[in-house]
């Protein structure tokens, strides 16, 4: 039995149809991220898996209990960190975790015990009895994690974890998450940051005005576009290429520049060495990132304020000789 279970699952607010026929297969322990642009649909999405919105169709089950007719087991066994803030920052964080321990019908006990384990695990234990609104953002986020932990779900549902954080932040809330894989804990996460998804996702699907428009690994993904691209600067470009060809590359040449469209590039670059007697001055690789990706299945760019962080990611690797 799968962890998270969706099947056509449609939802329409008035004419507008947020979530057009999804389906999902999410096993135990996996880390899997809905990757979209803003109104594809995310939040819309975990709403319903998390029982607070009702599907206009379609089904959908968490441990496999149905989120519409076994609504309040779901709830029992999933954890949601919601996108929009919803701690009480007028209380301390332990008080806050103590309060959902008891929506939780925690015991005393087990609260407290539970209370310093999560509050470890995200590194807050030093600030437990200090007020949330002398927390940063970073710290915020942290605890909301944290209280998602609280009474030990299977499956938690984190909606964009780091949004508007900076990227070290963002980074030490990844470390928490790939904890949770550790721990066994299903993670069902929302982002439109490409990095993250990149990093974090055991898989990912592509998610464009409320459908999948492509799912798999993140090597899946950016190897069902067509592979790497190699770049080479040498002393004779014009008898490398030919070389190249004659050896069955498909290589061409764009300025002073021989390019090679390369299944693994990793494998592909000492052969080349290996054949050639022209000084080579640079090889350069990419792997196409997970924006071609987008571009290729929707034909549209994922988001203009984030292209130089793709371009910052884009190269891997660098070789000179
Ligand atoms: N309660 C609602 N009433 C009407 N329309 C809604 C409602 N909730 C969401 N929508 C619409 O459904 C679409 C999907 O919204 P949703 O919040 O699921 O997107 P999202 O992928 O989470 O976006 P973001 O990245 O901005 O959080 C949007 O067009 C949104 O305007
Ligand atoms: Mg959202």
Same mark, same amino acid.
């Given at each position: =039995? ?81 996108? @929009? ?18 929506? /939780? ?18 590194? %807050? %234990? @030093? ?6 609104? *002398? ?23 984190? @909606?964009?974890?780091? %949004? ?11 470390? /928490? ?8 804990? *299903?993670?069902?996460?929302? *982002?439109? /940051? ?54 069955? /590359? ?17 494998? =592909? +670059? ?19 990132? %997970? ?6 299945? *929707?034909? $549209? ?8 962080? +793709?371009?910052?990611? $884009? ?7």
């Amino acid at each position: =039995m799968p962890a998270i279970e969706v099947r056509n699952l449609v939802k329409r607010f008035g004419s507008i149809v947020a979530v057009n026929g999804i389906s999902l297969e999410i096993e135990y322990g996996e880390i899997f991220a809905l990757l979209g642009p803003n109104g594809a649909g995310k939040t819309t999405t975990i709403s319903i898996l998390a029982t607070l919105l009702k599907p206009t169709s379609g089904e959908a089950k968490i441990n496999g209990y149905d989120v519409v007719k076994e609504a309040a087991k779901v709830r029992q066994s999933i954890g949601i960190v919601f996108q @929009d803030p919803s701690l009480d920052d007028r209380l301390t964080a332990r008080e806050n975790l103590d309060i959902h321990g008891r929506l /939780y019908h925690m015991s005393r006990e087990e609260r407290q015990r539970r209370i310093e384990e999560v509050l470890e695990m995200v590194e %807050l %234990l @030093d600030r437990a009895d200090s007020i949330v609104k *002398t927390f940063s953002g970073g710290m915020r986020r942290r605890l909301e994690i944290a209280r998602g932990l609280m009474h030990k779900p299977k499956v938690l549902f984190l @909606d964009e974890p780091t %949004l508007g954080l900076d990227p070290q932040t963002r980074r030490h809330i990844w470390e /928490y998450v790939e904890k949770l894989r550790d721990e066994g804990v *299903t993670v069902l996460l929302t *982002t439109h /940051y490409m990095e993250e998804a990149d990093y974090l996702a055991d898989r990912i699907a592509i998610i464009d005005a409320g459908k999948i428009v492509a799912e798999g690994s993140p090597s899946e993904l950016k190897d069902s576009v067509g592979g790497d691209i190699i770049k080479i600067k040498c002393s004779d470009a014009e008898n490398m290429l030919k070389k190249l060809v004659s050896n069955g /590359y498909d290589a061409m040449l764009v300025d002073d520049e021989i390019v090679i469209k390369a299944k693994e590039a990793e494998k =592909m +670059i000492p052969k080349i060495f290996a054949i050639a007697d022209e000084e080579i001055k640079s090889i350069t690789y990419k792997e196409p990132s %997970l924006e071609d990706v987008f571009i290729h299945y *929707t034909g $549209k760019v994922f988001r203009d304020e984030e292209v130089d962080e +793709i371009e910052a990611s $884009k190269m891997k690797w660098r070789m000179r000789r």
